[in-house]
């Protein structure tokens, strides 16, 4: 019997009982969509909570802290060790953050900025690894620069009553900074870098903690360094009475050390990887990944908890689905028989109710999979808008109570498909088993 | 084409543990040749539909051994049975057994479906046998709106879809007005003689067992007599 036949059969049979057959779908695409509906909070919660809160590059990034040895300068990481960090499998970028290493003396339009030092990042590992900016863009030139969020919050304006003018409204401005070092006669030598403001940094998330660092590029630090003759534009301290032997930074001949590494994954699943390969190669490191692990378990169980309560839910589906199956049988006990009795084989009977029951799961599924898209549209819409209304909080931008990726789908449809196979097996079963003899005397 | 040897059949009635079994057949023995046309005459509870039942398959026999066409058909699976009553078997009941929900077409291709022919084929046979039979006009039509005459042509051109070599007939003009039963009778006659297929009739109707080359007589479960067109003939006697 060709299947397309059996279609036309299991076609022929449905609309025989339009209601009843309406119902078992209606039951089953309340079941799957209950259950999508369900794990999809579960879904959503994690994605907000885990993937906004937390933020993209904490995710992906990997401090590295050093590397195991007893010597201490071995321990330090030096262009060697990028290289290396660099070169591993989905490592997106390696960044750094070094101190320039004397005082920032700087100003805006005549007004001298009250900042916590220079810092001299690379801006191409920056741009990809996402450089959080609150406005402005990432340098492109040597002369560029990006200010912290807190650069105007003076000594005089740090209270909580007021708030500092916006750092933003320095963008293209010209900031002046002025470098130092001693020369061997002990003279002061100075030199003011003129350099432009393109970008804000990102507000820090603690309130407390300011930014008021000036973020500079390498062409920068280049010639900051030039003008020192040491590295990180370390200022010399020259021998005096307290002081004998007094202080000789390392020159630029020397290797340099980079503080504040971070290698970042090219995605929160190859963090752990990477992580593993770095631990091995002897370097101390730590990442936020680890500590998601726990907080991915919680939501995994929660999801898990979740869908067996939507599977019961198309479990109790299934009892319509088995019911309706073996009224179905019942009914067509004779036509049944009938066929039997010409030479239509048991597997083609089972075939023909088996695909009947699977077309009222494959139609609950996709209408309880429709409902569910338009659930989860209407409760992320509704409900941070009743959260407003009601109880006074706001609820992040973006914050999604519920989202239903394409595999959510697809497990819950692949659910109620088998559970209405399930359902229909043994009616299936029953339908092959039909007496010859009882349905053509009509004694069923 | 069918032969029985020694078969005994046994029906067991009544509640479980408390069954009481009836013994149905006694050792028959029957021989039907290739484009033979046997009748199977007899009273109520003779046996008759039993003895056609063990020859569909419908029931399996107490012991013995059926062969149809040549193959030894009593320990064949339901499976096997299926696919072997599709190859070599067609039937017609005196109630005709059509499907209420199906036309009077689909109710005819029902064999052809079920072998997996291809629907234009279908059609083609479909249209051929019910214009044979006379009821090609009524091809759409549910078998509610037809009459029985009309419904046992449909299931005449039912049974000979696939040209089977043997058709097993109960009471086949049982529910028909005597035009009918003689058109019947005259379309299983020109059957038999073109194209050889072998009738086995289950009739009480002298006029169907007129038709036959030979009549089998049962009683009480017991093969009596053959009565073949030249006389009587004794066939077996207990």
């Known amino acids: 019997m060709k299947l397309t036949d059996q279609f036309r059969f299991v076609r022929q049979n449905m609309k025989k009982n339009k209601t009843r057959l309406f119902m078992t779908v209606l039951a089953t695409a309340m079941g799957c969509s209950f259950l999508i509906v369900l794990a999809s909070v579960g879904f959503g919660l994690q994605k907000s909570i885990v993937d906004k809160v937390v933020g993209d590059r904490m995710v992906t990034a990997i401090d590295i802290y050093g590397i195991e040895s007893s010597n201490e300068v071995d321990r330090q990481i030096g262009p060697k060790n990028m290289e290396y960090l660099r070169s591993i499998d989905h490592v997106k970028a390696v960044t750094y953050r070094n101190y320039v290493q004397q005082p920032l003396i700087a100003s805006v339009e005549g007004t001298e900025i009250a900042s916590n030092g220079a810092i001299n990042v690379d801006f191409d590992a920056e741009t990809k690894a996402g450089f959080g900016l609150s406005s402005g863009r990432l340098p492109q030139k040597g002369n560029e620069v990006v200010v912290g969020y807190n650069i105007r919050q003076s000594g005089d304006n740090n209270n909580p009553g007021t708030e500092p003018p916006a750092a933003k409204d320095w963008l293209g401005q010209t900031m002046n900074v002025e470098i130092h070092q001693f020369a061997d006669d002990g003279t002061e030598m100075k030199k003011t870098i003129p350099v432009t403001i393109v970008g804000i940094a990102q507000k820090l998330s603690r309130e407390w903690k300011t930014d008021t660092k000036v973020y500079i590029g390498n062409e920068m630090l280049s010639e900051i360094e030039n003008f020192t003759g040491t590295l990180w534009g370390a200022i010399r301290i020259l021998p005096d009475k307290a002081n004998p032997e007094g202080y000789e930074p390392p020159g630029l001949q020397e290797p340099r050390q980079y503080n504040e590494v971070q290698v970042i994954a090219d995605g929160a699943n190859r963090v752990k990887a990477i992580a593993e390969e770095i631990r091995l190669q002897g370097y101390i490191s730590h990442s936020i990944a680890d500590e998601l692990e726990q907080v991915n378990l919680v939501f995994l169980i929660m999801k898990i908890g979740l869908g067996f309560v939507g599977t019961i839910a198309v479990l109790i589906a299934s009892i319509g689905i088995f019911n309706t199956m073996t009224m179905a049988v019942t009914e067509r006990a004779q036509d049944i028989g009938i066929m039997k009795a010409i030479g239509a084989h048991p597997s083609a009977i089972r075939r023909i109710f088996l695909l009947e029951s699977s077309m009222i799961g494959l139609l609950g599924a996709i209408i309880g999979t429709v409902v569910a898209y338009l659930i989860s549209i209407v409760v992320n819409f509704g409900l941070p808008l009743i959260i407003e209304g009601f109880m006074d909080e706001k609820v992040p931008a973006d914050f999604r109570f519920s989202w239903i990726p394409p595999y959510l789908a697809l497990i819950a449809c692949l659910i109620s498909l088998g559970v209405a196979l399930l359902s229909g097996s043994r009616p299936a079963k029953r339908a092959t088993r039909i007496d010859v003899l009882r349905a053509l005397r009509r004694d069923l | ?238």
């Not at chain 2, 072998?115 to 214009?131: C, H, N, P, Y």
């Open chain 2, 1 to 238: 084409m069918i032969e029985m040897i020694q078969v005994n059949h046994q029906f067991a009635i009544g509640k479980k543990g408390k069954e009481r079994v009836v013994p149905v057949l006694h050792n028959i023995d029957l021989h039907v040749k290739q484009g033979e046309i046997v009748a199977i005459i007899g009273r109520s509870g003779s046996g008759k539909s039993t003895l056609l039942n063990l020859m569909s398959g419908y029931i399996r026999p107490t012991s013995g051994t059926i062969r149809l066409a040549g193959q030894v058909v009593t320990g064949l699976s339901e499976g096997d049975w299926a696919n072997f009553r599709l190859a070599h078997l067609g039937f017609m009941f005196q109630s005709f057994q059509l499907i209420p929900s199906m036309t009077a077409f689909e109710n005819a291709e029902l064999p052809l479906v079920l072998k997996g022919v291809s629907a234009d084929k279908r059609k083609k046979r479909t249209m051929e046998l019910l214009e044979q039979v006379g009821i090609a006009d009524y091809a759409g039509h549910y078998p509610g709106e037809l009459s029985g005459g009309q419904q046992q042509r449909v299931s005449v051109a039912r049974s000979l879809m696939l040209n089977p070599p043997i058709v097993l007939a109960d009471e086949p003009t049982g529910s028909l007005d005597s035009d009918n039963e003689r058109q019947l009778l005259a379309l299983i006659q020109h059957l038999n003689q073109d194209r050889g297929t072998t009738f086995v009739l289950i009739t009480h109707d002298d006029q169907v067992a007129s038709i036959a080359n030979r009549t089998i007589s049962l009683k009480d479960g017991h093969l009596l007599n053959a009565y073949g067109k030249g006389g009587t003939t004794t066939y077996e006697t207990h």
